[in-house]
Structure formats: C-alpha cells, structure tokens
C-alpha cells in the first residue's frame, strides 16, 4: 500500500522558514507528479507549489518568490522550502501526489494526498 508522509511543519515567527517533507512509502513504479496545498478551517484548499508530469512548475501566488518545491527521485521524496513565512501563511499543508505502481504486468495510475502537516506563523 502507498501513502504520503509529511513532516517538517511546526510554529515559527514571521520572517522565518521552514521546509516540509512529503515521503512515498511503498513501492511504485512511477512519481508523475506531485504539489502541495494548504487549507484554512473555512476555506477551501488552495494550490501552493505543483511540480507537473515533464518538470514544469507552477506556485499559487501566495508562494511565488517565498516558496520552492523540490524533489529528491532516489528517495521518492518531495520538499517545500518556505520562506519569509507571515501568519497568513498558518494552514494544514497537505502533499499531493500522481503516482503509477506496476500490479503484474500491468501499470495503475493514481492519486493520493497525505495526511496533512500544521504550519503556524505567529507574529
């Protein structure tokens, strides 16, 4: 069974960074594709930074400039480095991954979302 793990979020003060980890335990055949995304209680969750199947990027305007996401394929693992955090950045970051595993001889495509990690900004 696959799933994603995230780690890294914590409290930190305004100006500060913190990087967050997205690991895939289990075996797959293939990473597509992976982003993360955040939420606010009430809100709806917003896209944050997208790495697209071919290598493209896309970041949510919260987080172009302050934010780069990063993966390291030996270890199936993905990262957002974040910086110059504010308090409006204080959200359940959720990672998010486009995943293929090889069931016999045949390729199943799939998407998951981890469990969630917490970021708070104070000010």
């Known amino acids: 069974q696959v799933q994603l793990v995230e780690s890294g979020g914590g409290e930190v003060q305004a100006g500060g960074s913190l990087t967050l980890s997205c690991v895939v335990r289990g075996t797959i055949f293939s990473l597509n594709a992976m982003g993360w995304y955040r939420q606010v209680a009430g809100k709806e969750r917003e896209l944050v930074a997208l790495r697209i199947e071919g290598g493209g990027v896309n970041y949510g305007d919260s987080a172009k400039g302050r934010f780069t996401i990063s993966e390291d394929n030996a270890r199936n693992t993905g990262y957002l480095q974040m910086s110059r955090l504010t308090p409006e950045d204080t959200a359940i970051y959720y990672c998010?991954?486009?995943?293929?595993?090889?069931?016999?001889?045949?390729?199943?495509?799939?998407?998951?979302w981890g469990q969630g990690t917490q970021v708070t900004v104070s000010s």
């Open positions: 998010h991954a486009d995943l293929s595993v090889l069931q016999g001889d045949q390729i199943y495509r799939f998407a998951s």
